[in-house]
């Protein structure tokens, strides 16, 4: 397993500077299209010197309307300048919509009692998959957290490898809360006291187990919070649903539970949340 929280930072950083190296490329292409209107201009004006002493053909006032366009370009391209300028790079990254676990730039860790790395022991895609391992001495808290600076709707889905089925072991799933309404709650997941079935809860809705049974491999779980229901999914079966206009500000993957339950490692890969467009923000 790689660990992911000393080297997450460094990630980061490298992503960082390749989106500022693909920003910064924008405004030097504005820069240099600027500089070769400006030299046009500049040329055009010396033709309509050479017309005003009856040198050449061009007609009188060309060179005004010229200089009056660059202005305006200069203009322009000032705005653009500054726009690129005070937009952060890290914003693109903000707005990503999936995660395959080969890099992991997204994410806020936790790991209390546990770690979280990328393994290549599990993967639903390309090489590597988020791994979540916990260790013993107290309560695990171990999550990948993504938070947003208002709630949200839309449908969050992500490949989970249960290791475990059969076993009672800790909580691991897909988890998305409200920070503005707490009531709104939602997840996918094994839960520590069934070992059989996967579970899933909703807003005003406690654990549930659900009928789908739990098997070692991959399972996808999906959660849709929309402005007229949230609904659970567990590889497409529609497993738990709640009337109501709901929405979110954090999503979590997550391994937790007591300190006298097994150890666990569960992996998670192909993260995806898709936006609706009535989102409340
Ligand atoms: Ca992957």
């Known amino acids: 397993m ?6 997450a930072g460094r990630h980061v950083l490298e992503n960082k500077r390749r989106g500022a190296a693909r920003e910064y490329s924008v405004p030097a292409v504005l820069v240099a299209a600027y500089l070769d209107a400006f030299k046009e201009v ?6 309509e010197s050479r017309e005003s002493l009856g040198m050449d053909t061009m007609r009188p006032g060309d060179a005004r309307r010229d200089r009056s366009r660059l202005a305006a370009a200069g203009i322009l391209l000032v705005a653009c300048l500054v726009l690129f300028a005070t937009v952060p790079p890290t914003q693109a990254q903000a707005q990503a919509q999936s995660d395959t676990f080969e890099l992991k730039p997204l994410w806020t860790i ?5 770690s979280v790395g990328l393994s290549s022991d599990q993967h639903h895609s390309g090489a590597t998959a988020a791994v979540l391992s916990s260790r013993s001495g107290g309560q695990r808290n171990v999550w990948l957290q993504l938070t947003y600076p208002a709630p949200r709707k839309g449908a969050l889905s992500v490949w989970f490898y249960d290791t475990a089925a059969g076993s009672s072991t800790l909580y691991s799933g ?3 809360s409200n920070s503005v309404t707490p009531a709104e709650d939602f997840s996918v997941n094994v839960a520590d006291w069934n070992p ?3 579970v899933w809860h909703g807003p005003g809705v406690g654990e549930t187990a659900t009928a789908v049974t739990r098997t070692v491999g991959w399972h996808n779980f999906s959660l849709q919070v929309t402005a007229t229901a949230f609904n659970a999914f567990i590889d497409g079966i529609l497993v738990g649903s709640v009337s109501g206009d709901f929405a979110f500000d954090s999503i979590r993957l997550v391994l937790s539970g007591p300190s006298w339950r097994p150890n666990a490692t569960f992996y998670f890969d192909d993260f995806r949340i898709s936006r609706e467009p009535t989102c409340r923000e």
């Open 2 to 7: 790689v660990p992911i929280t000393p080297s």
């Open 42 to 47: 500049r040329m055009r004006n010396m033709v």
């Open 110 to 114: 936790t790991a209390e009692n546990g």
């Open 174 to 176: 897909l988890y998305a």
């Open 196 to 198: 059989t079935t996967y």
